[in-house]
């Protein structure tokens, strides 16, 4: 699936910012449907079968947490929390319960734009595809092998899971229990971050050129981490 063209739902009760969206996006070449409450939301995203859903939290008749939730019992399509409020609580909320990003108001088009791409790209990915070509690192699933610059990576068993999981889902943020759950499983661990930096600091020394200022690991604060690498 190509990124142009696609389909978005905008579901958020401010008028100008439906119709900022709605302009912006259908100068993208993407077309763009809209919804002014949960209900309405709910029932486009049934009807218009979207490529992506940008959710407001704050909406008139129900939360967006619960427009998220309903929506997740059936679909997988990416979705972006477009909202005012920017709680680190709030943010790892709406993250565990299923959405794919997260941006607060007031906000940068081109910045949003850029992560509706991404969100997009990773879900016209399929995950059983058997190498990933990540700039100069390169992860065979099948083999679970790593490569640096044509050179093979000496990874233990949990670096290598940890640095898959956040591959398959580049451009997106991780939270530190959607990583402690898949990587380590278990909810022993669920509330442990400290596995998390001692792992990541080992990945970051590395695949990094510069471990301290890292392109491919990058932490998102109180919340989790982002595979950032992209095409381009």
Known sequence: MT?????????????????????????HGFEAAEASTGQEGMLQATMVRPDLIVLDLGLPDMTGMEVLAHIREWSQVPIIILTAQDQEQDKVAALDRGADDYV????????????????????????????????????????????????????????????????????????????????WGGQQYESDSQYLRVYVGHLRKKIEEDPTRPKYILTEPGIGYRFAWQEG
């Open 104 to 183: 607060t108001k007031p906000f940068g088009m081109g910045e949003f734009m850029a992560r509706m791409r991404v969100a997009l790209r990773h879900i016209a990915k399929t995950q059983d595809e058997p190498v990933l070509k990540l700039g100069h690192l390169v992860i065979d699933l099948s083999q679970r092998s790593v490569e640096l610059k044509n050179e093979k990576l000496k990874l233990t068993p949990t670096e290598y899971d940890l640095l898959k999981v956040l591959a398959l889902n580049t451009g997106r943020v991780m939270t530190h229990k959607q990583l402690l759950k898949q990587v």
């Open 3 to 27: 990124t142009t063209g696609a389909k978005i739902l905008i579901i958020d009760d401010e008028p100008q910012i439906r119709k900022l969206l709605r302009v912006t996006l259908n100068a």
